[in-house]
């Protein structure tokens, strides 16, 4: 979701809102406290965050997922399927289901290791169960979930971007948070830190008081088939467009035109048409997220058309240390052997 101006202040409408945000945050704590409803026959990671709105799980999620094949587990990744009707649970398929289906993000996740999409996360995660028949070096990785309180969580890593960081600290509507943050930070077990954004080292700090962890991340540009310096037209819909806009910069990109988007925007034929035709007069090079490509299938010959055009910029999350993905990975299994 795009996030208010005054999410990042206590000013006037913040305050007005003030009390209507001491109502939510009881409801929310009240059901962040409720004990388990299940504990799965094998790993869980949960990837989460403490505000509304992006900060990077997805990214997290998918770079986990690959070092976790790369020690040969078998990660599953489990996602509510944000903006899909299918309620699931259900194993995505790429060649069949749609982002009307399951969202954008499945899609994304399922070009890396299998998918379940289920708004019952114990349901998920026993469909998971199943199709792992349980393999040795299974693990369930769970995009968003920290929340929900009905399925244990072997571990929660907790991704917090530098820049946005808590916003004014009310919870939601007067602020960004789910819950009451102490409740949170509590719960967690580690923290990723994301970006070079001024508010870091507080971030670093307050988690430090509360006796939690932390590890540095960047989003990190993967391989790009432009050169630099190339003339290019950037579109986008997502959560923080700026992010999107560092990396090109990373890749030495000159943005000429650009268009943004809400996050999780569907596009429409006309205004795909119209990023064709801008391009085109311009004699530029079309770029846009992954996240964004995948929506382009729901577009006809328009959005196949603007899909071939179009390149993908991918990003990976980028640990500062080097090590931390294989170890956290081991973490979690340990934590589950010793249930």
């Not at 809102?17 to 001491?22: F, G, Q, R």
């Not at 094949?69 to 649970?89: A, D, N, V, W």
């Not at 072997?154 to 602020?175: H, K, M, Y």
């Not at 700026?242 to 569907?266: E, G, P």
Request: charged share 20%.
């Amino acid at each position: 979701m795009k996030a208010p101006g005054f999410w990042t202040e206590r000013n006037a409408l913040a305050w007005l809102l003030y009390p209507v945000s001491l109502v939510y945050g009881r409801i929310s704590l009240a059901r962040f406290k409720k004990k388990a409803l299940y504990k799965a026959h094998m790993p869980v990671l949960c990837i989460g965050n403490l505000v509304m709105g992006g900060a990077g799980k997805t990214p997290t999620a998918i770079t986990l997922g690959r070092v976790a094949k790369g020690q040969h587990l078998s990660p599953i990744f489990l996602t509510r399927g944000f903006k899909g009707q299918e309620p699931g649970p259900l194993l995505v398929d790429p060649a069949t289901h749609s982002i009307a289906d399951v969202g954008d993000e499945a899609l994304l996740l399922a070009r890396v290791a299998p998918t379940i999409v289920s708004r019952d996360r114990v349901a998920g995660a026993k469909l998971a169960e199943e199709i792992s028949g349980g393999q040795e070096g299974s693990i369930i990785i769970m995009d968003d979930g920290f929340q929900n309180p009905y399925l244990h969580k072997d571990f929660n890593l907790i991704i917090v971007d530098s820049q946005q960081s808590l916003g004014n600290g009310f919870v939601f509507p007067a602020g960004p948070l789910r819950a009451p943050l102490h409740p949170q930070v509590w719960r967690a077990d580690q923290f990723v830190i994301v970006g070079e954004g001024s508010k870091g080292p507080q971030l670093q700090q307050l988690f430090s008081k509360l006796g939690k962890g932390t590890v540095n991340a960047r989003l990190l540009p993967g391989k790009c088939s432009l050169l630099g310096g190339t003339r290019i037209f950037a579109f986008c819909g997502i959560g923080r467009p700026d992010k999107f806009h560092r990396t090109l910069d990373q890749l030495d990109l000159a943005v000429i035109d650009h268009i943004h988007f809400d996050d999780h925007h569907s596009f429409t034929i006309e205004e795909g048409q119209e990023i064709l035709d801008r391009a085109a007069a311009q004699n530029l090079e079309i770029v846009t997220t992954a996240k964004d490509h995948v929506r382009l299938a729901e577009l006809g010959e328009v959005g196949a058309q603007l899909a071939s055009k179009a390149h993908i910029i991918e990003v990976d999350m980028g640990f500062e240390d080097k090590g931390f993905a294989a170890r956290l990975l081991t973490e979690v299994r340990r934590k589950f052997s010793r249930r």
